[in-house]
């Protein structure tokens, strides 16, 4: 929509009525200052004023939109055109974030489970962590403080751990560099398995690896891990509440489930222009399919609730819920994404116990 045509076309047309903007507001409900807002050209109307508008100017809304008076001849035609262009501005707003990039279009789905799996184990075994990046300890994600300086998974010296989602390995071998006795990784790709294994076994680090959803009963040992964690990994899950009862499962009695995942604050809100505008609903927790260049995700927004309700109905508690940010990093960046992450938190970690 060209927004300063039609903020000329109201203020002719309030004028043509001998209408003042406070006259005109009053007559809206709305204050001068919104009128003047949008007769400069910096803003549109609300849906709910779109109507009242068009009655006290004598125009119809097609004529609202094309920013002008319009003939029999050309009225279709712009009818068409305007439609087009709303299509395209609703398009715009259905935006979603994954890690610090803002995908263009997504389409909200019905979650169906095989579907799932089957779209993001083709990410993952394809173009997956060339196309979001690797995020590995001692990094929870980008500007979170390091695992080095918050030591959430405690001392790991002669620990059995067991990583979700474990990608490439990187992540293990930080764990094994910290002294951990026993290492295992789980993750519903095998191309990932096998970058772990080979990249682990460059390394001379044994791991058990397991090629399995994390949502699924795949023979992990009951109460055996000392922690259980997980990096940009649980997610991914089409069963939260399934899979912190089986991670809850594999933990011995006092031992420590940590993991980081994107914060759905950060997901909700997107840089235009320098400012941070609300571009999702929080509460918006339905599964979408995005495009990421030839392939595909499917990924739902979880609520901060929806995580620690679920930790909770699993037997967990919960410790710690980290919302922090390494101020010195974002800054550095000099990017939208850490002007962003001055703002608000762009990562969350939770570090719950098995009791
Ligand atoms: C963001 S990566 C996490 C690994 C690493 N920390 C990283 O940043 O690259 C997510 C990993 O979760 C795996 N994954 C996705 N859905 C999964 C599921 N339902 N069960 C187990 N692993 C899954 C993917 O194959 C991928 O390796």
Redesign the pocket.
């Known amino acids: 929509m060209n927004q300063v045509k039609i903020g000329r076309f109201i203020a002719e047309r309030r004028k043509q009525q001998n209408l003042t903007q406070r006259e005109f507001a009053d007559a809206l409900g709305v204050s001068d200052k919104t009128v003047s807002k949008w007769e400069c050209g910096n803003g549109m109307p609300e849906l709910s004023s779109i109507q009242p508008i068009c009655k006290i100017l004598k125009i119809d809304v097609n004529e609202l939109f094309s920013g002008e008076k319009l003939t029999d001849a050309d009225y279709k035609k712009k009818a068409e055109e305007n439609m087009m262009k709303l299509i395209k501005e609703a398009e715009k707003m259905k935006k979603n974030i994954v890690g610090g990039n803002v995908l263009g279009c997504v389409d909200n789905v019905e979650m169906n489970v095989c579907e799932v799996?089957k779209t993001?184990?083709e990410f993952?075994?394809t173009i997956?962590?060339e196309c979001?990046?690797?995020?590995?300890l001692p990094s929870w994600g980008n500007f979170f403080p390091s695992e080095d300086k918050l030591n959430l998974l405690g001392d790991l010296t002669d620990k059995k751990v067991l990583e979700?989602?474990?990608?490439?390995g990187?992540?293990l071998k930080y764990t094994a560099d910290s002294g951990a006795a026993e290492l295992w990784g789980?993750?519903?790709?095998a191309n990932?398995i096998e970058c772990t294994k080979s990249f682990l076994q460059d390394q001379g680090i044994n791991a058990k690896l397991i090629c399995?959803?994390?949502?699924d009963e795949c023979g992990l040992p009951a109460d055996y891990f000392d922690v259980v964690y997980s990096?940009?990994?649980i997610g991914?899950?089409?069963d939260l509440n399934k899979t912190f009862k089986n991670i809850y499962s594999y933990l011995k009695k006092g031992g420590v489930f940590v993991f980081g995942w994107s914060h759905p604050i950060h997901k909700c809100v997107s840089v235009e222009d320098g400012r941070l505008i609300f571009s999702n609903s929080y509460f918006n927790e339905e599964w979408y399919r995005a495009d990421m260049g030839d392939k595909e995700i499917m990924l739902s927004n979880r609520m901060l609730s929806t995580y620690i309700n679920a930790l909770a109905d699993s037997g967990f508690m919960i410790e710690k819920l980290l919302e922090e940010i390494d101020r010195e990093k974002a800054m550095a960046a000099d990017s939208d994404f850490g002007k962003k992450a001055l703002m608000l938190p762009t990562v969350f970690v939770i570090r719950a116990r098995k009791l």
Do not use: F, K, P
Not at 132 to 136: D, E, H, M, N, R
Not at 186 to 189: C, P, R, T, V
């Open positions: 799996h993001n184990t993952w075994s997956g962590s979001l990046g690797v995020t590995a979700i989602g474990c990608g490439n990187r992540s789980l993750d519903i790709s990932q399995s959803s994390m949502e990096v940009y990994g991914w899950t089409t």
